[in-house]
């Protein structure tokens, strides 16, 4: 079965710091790479996603993500944190396996950034 | 474009109770997944639908389940309520398989 793990369950960093949030699964097929993002009383919102091509993938807000395919791993990154990116991030990934139907999430990393 | 519309957004039952929750997709979008959401477990999948056919199931109970209507909109309901039930429940939608998922605000479940 696919799992997804995020190592950072809380990260505290102050404005301007450079942030970096692991991302690591399980599953040697076809997948599909996303992360998420849920800031406080908001719905899930797609920050950016891989699907094939450039493993080098940016999203909204300065936010960028890399596939690294034989460490089975998509890192989010981004240079310079503002208050407003506190949030929880979700990792997710969907595999060919089922049809891209099913998406399987990695805990979340709560991100609480101080001014 | 409207997204994706969850009703109701609160719910409080008691044990042993059940209850339905409603989801409407983005017009067009004929996918919809339902997701649990709990600070223990994080986001756990419950099941997908496509043209009112469950095409995928999470490792749930039969206590909970599903059905899509003709117009794509969903709904879930969960029969003999537990408190182990509360949590919130999420709808999404997409238009293609090969698509990010859209998701709505949730209904926030508190069973007592």
């Known amino acids: 079965a696919q799992s997804v793990s995020q190592h950072n369950h809380h990260v505290i960093l102050s404005e301007a710091a450079s942030l970096e949030l692991g991302c690591n699964y399980s599953?040697?097929?076809?997948?599909?790479l996303f992360w998420y993002v849920q800031y406080p009383g908001q719905h899930l919102q797609l920050l950016l996603k891989?699907?094939?091509?450039?493993?080098l993938v940016k999203g909204i807000k300065g936010f960028e993500a890399e596939f690294i395919k034989s460490k089975f791993s998509f890192n989010l990154r981004k240079p310079s944190v503002q208050w407003s990116d506190t949030a929880e991030y979700f990792c997710?990934?969907?595999?060919?396996?089922?049809?891209?139907?099913?998406?399987?999430f990695g805990t979340g990393t709560r991100l609480l950034v101080s001014p | 474009k409207a997204g994706v519309t969850q009703t109701p957004r609160y719910l409080i039952k008691t044990r042993g109770q059940q209850v339905t929750l409603s989801c409407s997709p983005i017009?067009?979008?004929?996918?919809v997944s339902w997701y649990q959401q709990t600070p223990g477990q994080g986001l756990q999948f419950l099941f997908e639908?496509?043209?009112?056919?469950?095409?995928n199931k999470g490792n749930f109970p039969g206590r909970f389940s599903g059905r899509q209507f003709s117009n794509s909109r969903s709904e879930m309901n969960v029969s003999t309520l537990e408190l182990g039930d509360s949590a919130l429940y999420l709808c999404?939608?997409?238009?293609?398989?090969?698509?990010?998922?859209?998701f709505g605000n949730g209904t926030r479940l508190t069973v007592t």
């Open positions: 999404a939608s997409r238009g293609l398989d090969n698509s990010p998922l859209h």
């Open positions: 599953y040697g097929g076809t997948v599909n």
């Open positions: 891989y699907f094939s091509g450039d493993p």
């Open positions: 997710a990934v969907n595999a060919m396996n089922t049809g891209f139907q099913k998406l399987v």
């Open positions: 017009s067009g979008h004929r996918s």
């Open positions: 639908y496509f043209s009112e056919t469950q095409r």
